[in-house]
């Protein structure tokens, strides 16, 4: 098999950037009363989880809608939408309702920006690809 089109393979790597935004650790908690500190996943907040399985899911319709470019467009815009929604989500869930815990850059903030960069790519791509068939269909 052979992506063929740039906003798929970059599709593709949101999609990737995502699962493991999913499973990977986002947050330390403090040590309280000599306990270890403690990792902060996604897992922790089933919402949370919920909108990041969600996106991911839109991300994987928006991959697999390649003959219908409207549809691959809504359905990345929409996961664009909630990308932000999660970035949002994720610092209000931090320093709203942990306030003792500290961010691990590299596992979250990191992981959701590449998704969201990637997401905007891919739709930027498509876009060119939508440009392009419209002036086709003017030189008909």
Do not use: H
């Not at 999913?22 to 403690?38: I, K, L, M, N, Q």
């Not at 306030?99 to 960069?117: R, S």
């Amino acid at each position: 098999m052979v992506i063929q089109r740039w906003q798929n393979l970059l599709l593709l790597i949101a999609i990737v950037l995502m699962c493991i935004f999913c499973s990977t650790p986002y947050a330390v908690r403090a040590a309280v009363d000599g306990a270890e500190p403690t990792s902060v996943f996604v897992k922790d907040a089933p919402v949370f989880l919920i909108l990041n399985l969600v996106i991911a899911a839109l991300l994987v319709i928006g991959l697999f809608l390649f003959k219908n470019l409207k549809r691959q467009m809504t359905a990345t815009l929409i996961s664009i939408v909630l990308v932000c929604a999660s970035i949002v989500t994720c610092g209000f869930m931090l320093y709203a309702s942990m306030p003792d815990a500290e961010l691990i850059w590299t596992g979250g903030v990191v992981l959701l920006v590449l998704t969201l960069i990637c997401a905007l790519a891919a739709y930027r791509f498509m876009r060119k690809d939508r440009n392009l068939l419209r002036s086709y269909d003017r030189l008909r």
